[in-house]
């Protein structure tokens, strides 16, 4: 039975998370990706932050039915028959990588994934799903966060965050299309970061240095640069992390 190893993605609105998992199944064979943000539940039972409607916590999200996606990824190696993706419907823009880049990672992936470990651990049987969200690895989450293979945590500053955040036309949702009202992001969306994310940090400073303690018991791999480097910069660091994390499964009950 076909078995998919799962790649979480994670990090604060706007840190590139959609832009590298795109990249990363134009890269890696045999890849899909799936978005926590195909979970949210209906706009009207959103609850409120501050007077807004909060699209950036963990009760927006539908976590029994992203679980059970999971799960069926897990079992059998592909997207659940009845998930249909709008977010995939979201323009993204420019990736800020040379084609060039792109297509000598594609070469070189190729060639890992067809001998030695990267045969044992990437394929038709093993693919690779990239689950792209924004609340992946949060205490408020562990279900979800037990339920992934490899996690990335990518990193932006307050004030990156929220220049690319506030320059996004909006999204679209079940509802139709949703655009981010006026100081959405320093009255939801960051505090929101911190409070599920302060506990990756030392003091709690998710613009300082990560807890090495908590991040190695959780297995994370957080993109170093602390949001400081440049989407190529972080596309070649995360190709070597997904290959090294791949092949550290060589021998699991899944292979």
Request: hydrophobic share 35%.
């Amino acid at each position: 039975m076909p078995q998919a190893t799962i790649l979480g993605l994670s990090g604060c609105s706007s840190s590139g998370k959609t832009t590298l998992s795109r990249l990363l199944r134009s890269i890696f064979p045999h890849t899909f990706i799936l978005h926590e943000d195909d979970f949210y539940k209906p706009e009207e039972s959103l609850p409120f932050r501050n007077g807004l409607r909060d699209w950036d916590c963990a009760s927006s999200i539908d976590m029994d039915g992203m679980r059970a996606a999971l799960k069926y990824i897990h079992e059998y190696g592909a997207l659940p028959h009845w998930l249909e993706s709008k977010e995939d419907q979201n323009s993204v823009g420019p990736s800020g990588v040379d084609e060039a880049v792109v297509e000598r990672l594609q070469t070189e992936v190729r060639q890992w994934a067809i001998q030695g470990a990267g045969r044992m651990v990437l394929g038709e049987e093993k693919p690779l799903a990239v689950l792209d969200g924004f609340l992946l690895f949060g205490e408020s989450v562990k279900g979800v966060r037990t339920s992934i293979d490899i996690k990335i945590l990518l990193r932006a500053s307050y004030a990156k965050a929220k220049e690319r955040r506030e320059s996004r036309s909006g999204y679209v949702t079940l509802e139709g299309f949703w655009e981010d009202p006026p100081g959405y992001v320093d009255m939801v969306v960051w505090p929101n970061y911190m409070e599920e994310h302060g506990f990756l940090f030392e003091g709690g400073n998710v613009e300082g240095t990560v807890d090495e303690k908590v991040i190695d018991q959780l297995g994370l791999k957080v993109c170093p640069g602390q949001g400081d480097w440049g989407m190529e910069k972080v596309l070649e660091w995360a190709v070597e992390t997904v290959k090294v994390e791949l092949e550290g499964r060589v021998g699991s009950d899944q292979a």
